[in-house]
Nanobody
Framework: VQLQASGGGLVQAGGSLRLSCAVS????????MGWYRQAPGNQRQLVTT???????YYADSVKGRFTISRDNAKKTLYLQMNNLKPEDTAVYYC?????????WGQGTLVTVSS
């Protein structure tokens, strides 16, 4: 199983980015999936999750700005991030929820400048 996150970059505050996570194997069709992030000096935290049926959860800090979605046929997870803030700067990872520790990938870096 491999989880490959992509789509990060440098963006100004108020801008948008769309992250993608390609998942190999049958992993994607089994688990609730989530996006996590880790800012410098901080612990990794859960940002948002989506169930197989499409039910979602968002952390309060991103509610109304981020949208998670999944394409089960393509085994791909997405995160649309709008109205980005400097405090959203972090490495973003995709994984199952609860996280499967052996499947953390390299993540993708999002940097939001003020």
């Amino acid at each position: 199983v491999q989880l490959q996150a992509s789509g990060g970059g440098l963006v100004q505050a108020g801008g948008s980015l769309r992250l993608s996570c390609a998942v190999s194997g049958s992993f994607f069709s089994i688990y609730v999936m989530g996006w996590y992030r880790q800012a410098p000096g901080n612990q990794r935290q859960l940002v948002t999750t989506i169930s197989l049926s499409g039910s979602t959860y968002y952390a309060d800090s991103v509610k109304g700005r981020f949208t998670i979605s999944r394409d089960n046929a393509k085994k791909t997870l997405y995160l649309q991030m709008n109205n980005l803030k400097p405090e959203d700067t972090a490495v973003y990872y995709c994984n199952a929820y609860p996280a499967q520790m052996q499947y953390w990938g390299q993540g993708t870096l999002v940097t939001v400048s003020s």
